[in-house]
């Protein structure tokens, strides 16, 4: 059994939007030992929609289409699979109905726009009509066909709430699968594939991918057969065999977040921690913040962007803030000491740098970052430089002192630069 995926939109083609569809449908198919042998992406364009539906319908058991359901002037792939197919277009009442109650009750009025979401080719199977997001299957000769919203989190839904387990059930013996994804800041991925370059040849039945999920990179192992405890246990051992090449760069696995495992690891050794920002602008604290039960060892941060605010809030020397400049390893040690001295903290992390797109220099160009950490042990800082635009040298800041963080309290040495 195989399929194929289809992902329309404009919006696609142009380059203004990422394809994490595809991504996701592919991901969640080859995860449970469906393989896909073609993704496809066409813009708005009715006729190159239709000639690729046709043309995948040819060589697939299934299709999975995303896009071009909702209301605007281009969501027309209703409309393009009526007339590829050949079948009329009905309403369906209990849809129009659950759209005409959601439009009014959002202070909106019926329109031909919002009605046409409900007209589906003839002999289609809607997704929980009752539902707020709009998406269908239907049979043509022996091929299936799934019909899903371009949104992701509405794709997402529907893909493993109906989709998904339909597929898996048209196996004559459904085979048995095990994932595991693996989460890594720190190494690019052409590294990441050279540390694992020969798993994939020792382990012929393993699925390896590789997905870049910025600043992290995420592996996924998994494989499939016909024995639950023979494919645990070989998952099992790829997993340690993968952690053993790539060592402290993996900070989690499957629904791990950086601040979260950094954040458990302070709660379970019963460690407070403090930040002192500048370049990030409490990006750290809301990153921190946003794990659940934070409050526990997260005492507090400073934004401390100007150089005055180092001095009073923090504590830094002026002379050597004159001598040696904001961006620097003597300042941000200072403030990494002063902050953990202001809220009493077990740790205080800092954060200096230029994120640019202009302050930088030939002696410090833009991605030039400090950071710094204080503990009862002493004080520690690296340089590093990160590329990218401001928002991307801000968040690889921000989550490389997460990292260090990390790294501390798990007792692996500190990891100089990207």
Not at 187 to 199: A, F, M, Q, T, Y
Not at 208 to 237: C, I, W
Not at 259 to 270: M, R, S, T
Request: net charge negative.
């Amino acid at each position: 059994m195989q399929g194929e995926i289809i992902t329309i939109g404009n919006e696609l083609t142009s380059g203004r939007a990422l394809d994490l569809n595809a991504w996701y449908v592919a991901e969640k198919l080859a995860s449970h030992g469906v393989p896909v042998t073609r993704i496809t992406t066409v813009g708005d364009d009715p006729i190159r929609v239709s000639r690729a539906i046709k043309d995948a319908m040819g060589e697939s058991d299934f299709v999975v289409v995303t896009g071009g359901l909702g209301s605007t002037d281009d969501d027309i792939t209703n409309q393009i699979v009526a007339e590829a197919l050949q079948r009329p277009l009905l309403l369906h009442r209990e849809k129009f109905e659950q759209i005409k109650k959601h439009v009014e009750a959002n202070g909106l009025r019926m329109s031909p726009s919002f009605e046409k979401m409900a007209w589906m080719p003839k002999d289609s199977q809607v997704f929980n009509p009752k539902e707020e997001m709009c998406g269908f299957s239907l049979v043509e000769g022996k091929v299936a066909l799934y019909f899903l919203p371009g949104v992701p989190e509405q794709m997402r839904h529907l893909m493993d709430t109906y989709v998904l387990p339909e597929i898996l059930s048209q196996y004559a013996s459904q085979p048995v699968t095990r994932q595991r994804i693996l989460k890594i800041y720190g190494l690019s991925e052409p590294e990441i594939s050279e540390h694992l370059k020969n798993l994939s040849k020792t382990h012929p039945d393993l699925i390896l991918g590789f997905y870049p999920h910025y600043p992290e990179n995420h592996v996924s192992v998994s494989m499939n057969g016909k024995d639950l405890q023979t494919v645990a246990e070989e998952v099992e051992r790829l997993e340690k065999e993968i952690r053993a090449a790539l060592g402290q760069y993996i900070f989690g696995s499957d629904d791990d977040t950086l601040p979260g495992v950094a954040g458990k690891l302070l709660k379970e050794k019963g460690l407070t921690l403090s930040v002192a920002e500048s370049c990030t602008g409490g990006l750290i604290g809301n990153l921190v913040t946003n794990v659940a039960g934070s409050s526990s060892y997260f005492m507090g941060g400073m934004v401390t962007y100007s150089n005055q605010a180092k001095i009073d809030m923090l504590q830094v020397d002026p002379q050597i803030l004159a001598d040696h400049g904001a961006v620097s390893e003597p300042t941000v040690r200072r403030m990494a000491e002063g902050v953990r001295a202001a809220f009493k903290s077990d740790l205080g992390l800092a954060v200096t740098g230029i994120a640019g797109p202009e302050g930088g220099s030939r002696e410090k160009p833009v991605g030039t970052v400090h950071i710094g950490l204080a503990s009862a042990s002493g004080t520690f800082s690296q340089k590093y430089l990160f590329k990218g635009r401001r928002k991307q040298i801000k968040m690889n800041s921000a989550m490389m002192a997460l990292d260090w963080a990390r790294r501390f309290l798990c007792g692996y040495p500190f990891i100089p630069g990207l």
